[in-house]
């Protein structure tokens, strides 16, 4: 399955698992996948995560986080996008 925006897939499914109160969500893994789970483990909004290879593909599992069972994340949005980019200089991030 090739998806056009793998990034945006990962945030959709996330955002999905939480809605429903699932405990976890198993995607595709990818270097860039890898990286934004571990920004969003640093920050405090997941669990943990981990990569597991099933038949031959890697997999990552994402351990979702709740608060007196409601999501830790309350919205998650990709801004930029393919075919839409937005830039901004070093010093302009937070």
């Known amino acids: ?13 996330i955002k999905n698992s939480q809605m429903r109160s699932h405990k976890n969500v198993e995607l595709p893994s990818s270097k860039f996948k890898i990286k934004i789970a571990d920004v969003l483990k640093n920050e405090g909004y997941i669990i943990d995560y981990k990569v597991e290879n099933l038949e031959g593909k890697d997999n990552l599992l994402i351990n979702l986080k709740y608060n007196s069972g409601n999501p830790v994340i309350n919205s998650i949005q990709r801004v930029s ?3 839409r980019r937005i830039f901004s200089s070093a010093e302009s991030l937070p």
């Open 81 to 83: 996008k393919p075919g």
């Open 1 to 13: 399955m090739s998806l056009s925006d793998p990034i945006g897939d990962m945030l959709a499914r």
